[in-house]
């Protein structure tokens, strides 16, 4: 039979990243600057008008999923 020590067992929830202020400014800067871009820019990074105009809508909160697993 096995015993766990419940004084010195470590349970750990998973990893949760942290999202800092600068990163959020980061974000919304660029999504500002990606808003800003001629339709030739955008047709450059493979964007279109619409596309580069809702990402620019989406709140700072609203980041990427990468960052939140």
Do not use: C
Not at 1 to 9: E, G, L, S, V, W
Not at 13 to 38: F, N
Request: positive net charge; hydrophobic residues 40%; glycine residues 2%.
């Amino acid at each position: 039979m096995t015993y766990i020590n419940t004084h010195t067992a470590r349970f750990h929830a998973p990893a949760r990243k942290r999202i800092g202020l600068v990163s959020l400014l980061d974000l919304w800067r660029t999504r500002r600057q990606l808003k800003s871009l001629d339709d030739r820019a955008l047709a450059d990074i493979g964007l279109t008008r619409r596309e580069a105009d809702a990402e620019a809508a989406r709140p700072v909160w609203d980041v990427p999923a990468t960052w939140r697993d």
